[in-house]
């Protein structure tokens, strides 16, 4: 008999549904989708976390999707473990030629990788039905140093601290 976890699946309608199933996985405390050619892609944290956490922490995957897209390859997932925190992020093609992607940060004694990998293969199956056309007018990009307003700004120590971090793993 094959194992299935007892989770009752949540409908997913529209981009809040998708971020507040991904906040849903277990130890979840950051989640981000959305496109990967968008700078401003759709976050969410938990409230016990810091302002700019969720983006702070999928900036190493974030980056490394974005340019192995530019190259030619984009990865089918990308998984950054550390002492406390594991983030586990997963790349499809869209039907319109565009790479959608799903990131959470895990808490990692309170994650299960496994379920989080099914949950968010899940979100990316109805990310093409929730996503905005290709076509639609996109937000205006803004350099990569700058945030979009005070509670969207995380102070460079910290950024820096997190990529020291990741380095060390």
């Known amino acids: 008999m094959l194992?299935?976890?007892n989770t009752t699946a949540a409908a997913i309608l529209s981009m809040s549904d998708a971020l507040e199933c991904a906040l849903g996985?277990?130890?979840a405390v950051g989640a981000v989708l959305g496109d990967l050619a968008d700078a401003a892609p759709l976050f969410g944290q938990t409230p016990a976390m810091p302002a700019g956490f969720a983006l702070a922490s999928a900036g190493s995957a974030l980056a490394y999707a974005r340019?192995?897209?530019g190259d030619g390859e984009a990865p089918e997932e990308i998984m950054i473990t550390g002492a406390g925190f594991s983030i586990l992020q997963q790349v499809s093609l869209l039907p319109d030629g565009r790479h959608g992607f799903a990131q959470v940060t895990l808490l990692r004694k309170h994650a299960n990788?496994?379920?989080?990998?099914?949950e968010l293969r899940r979100i990316l199956d109805h990310l093409p039905g929730v996503l905005p056309p290709g076509d639609l007018p996109r937000r205006s990009r803004r350099p990569q140093g700058l945030a979009a307003g005070p509670s969207d700004s995380v102070p460079v120590s910290l950024l820096e601290r997190v990529l020291e971090r990741l380095?060390?793993?």
Request: glycine residues 6%.
């Open 167 to 169: 380095r060390a793993l």
């Open 113 to 118: 990788p496994a379920l989080a990998h099914m």
């Open 67 to 69: 340019r192995s897209v």
């Open 25 to 27: 996985i277990p130890g």
């Open 3 to 5: 194992w299935r976890p």
